[in-house]
Nanobody, 125 residues
Framework: QVQLVESGGGLVQAGGSLRLSCAAS????????MGWFRQAPGKEREFVAA????????YYGDSVKGRFTISRDDAKNTVYLQMNSLKSEDTDVYYC??????????????????WGQGTQVTVSS
């Protein structure tokens, strides 16, 4: 069983930056695909970014491409999401997710078996 805990959320002005962290426990996530999703109340969970177990492959949602960067530090069993040039529309609860294998689509939240509790990111304009 994998437990995920996000941190680093908060309030930031538009144009600013935040770095989210996702600390895993229970087992090493060295070979796991790790992802970030976000969700606003009443909306679908939206794919943000994902990284392969080796760290060599990354995917980004169209709305964050070029502004956000996902990375992993397997020695710390932690995944990061560096968010730059933040916009008011980036305001959401951000969730970390993990899975051992992707069967169909990296962008589909149903592919991910483990989830954190979420961290709020609020961008003021």
């Amino acid at each position: 069983q994998v437990q995920l805990v996000e941190s680093g959320g908060g309030l930031v002005q538009a144009g600013g930056s935040l770095r989210l962290s996702c600390a895993a426990s229970g087992r090493t996530v060295r070979s796991y695909v790790m992802g970030w999703f976000r969700q606003a109340p009443g909306k679908e969970r939206e794919f943000v970014a994902a990284i392969s177990g080796s760290g060599s492959i990354t995917y980004y949602g169209d709305s964050v491409k070029g502004r956000f960067t996902i990375s992993r530090d397997d020695a710390k069993n932690t995944v990061y999401l560096q968010m730059n040039s933040l916009k008011s529309e980036d305001t959401d609860v951000y969730y970390c997710a993990a899975t051992l294998s992707i069967y169909n689509s990296w962008y589909d939240h149903n592919e991910y078996a483990y989830w954190g509790q979420g961290t709020q990111v609020t961008v003021s304009s």
